[in-house]
């Protein structure tokens, strides 16, 4: 009898020993093309806040990181229909997008730019972005220039003509067809590399600093994990960056 009770006890154990190390699965989501920050290479997420992301999971032992890479402007209807938990990496908007919130620890510092051919360029423009009135800008989707930008934008005072692609936007600020764009200056500088005949005629000139984030789903009622999972993940990410700074 006292065999046949170990043995149970033994089994219920072992039972019950997955469950004691299970761990959460959390899908972020990613942009699909922001080189070199993030971006997705044949279905496998890369770039430099994946990385950064991964690392602060790693110290999270009761989570799991799954990534799903989609267009930016998706990934932002995603989180604002409550269907996604979190997207990477959006500046703090809390204005133009209340339905995210909070947002994490800032995972980098990025320096803006923007990017005007010649034409644009013929008379004085010191600053951003009060002195290009009148002009026509090219942007990657979803992708904002600062909350002055957008509501200039809003009014008409600025034209926006958005797209999926960076290359082709400042393709179209090149030819002639646009009169700038502005993205942050890793991503300006590698479009130039990748296609040095752009850089003929154009103006490059930074114009301000933005921090990206991870941005959390304000409905978060598919997510009951949330307010634990952002304590420990900003907790994660502070020792990541602490450790990167040494």
Known sequence: MKIKRLFLSTIFAMLLAPLAFATTVVTMVGDANYKPFIYDEQGV????YVDIVSQAFELMPDYELRWQMMPWQEG??????GNAFAI???????????WISPYSEPLYTEDFVVVCNNTAMSQPRNYFPNDYLG???TGDTGNTAGNPFSVLVKEGKIKLIESDSSMNNL???SSGQADCYTNNSI???????????LSKGLVIKKVSSENAHVGFAKNSSKFPYKNDFIQKFNAALKQVKEHASK
């Open 171 to 173: 393709e179209m600020v």
């Open 187 to 197: 991503l300006v500088d590698n479009l130039m590399i990748d296609m040095p005949s």
């Open 88 to 98: 990477v990496p959006p500046y703090y908007r809390p204005n133009e997008r209340p």
């Open 76 to 81: 932002l209807d995603a989180v604002k229909n």
């Open 135 to 137: 002009l026509t800008f």
């Open 45 to 48: 997420a890369k770039g430099k």
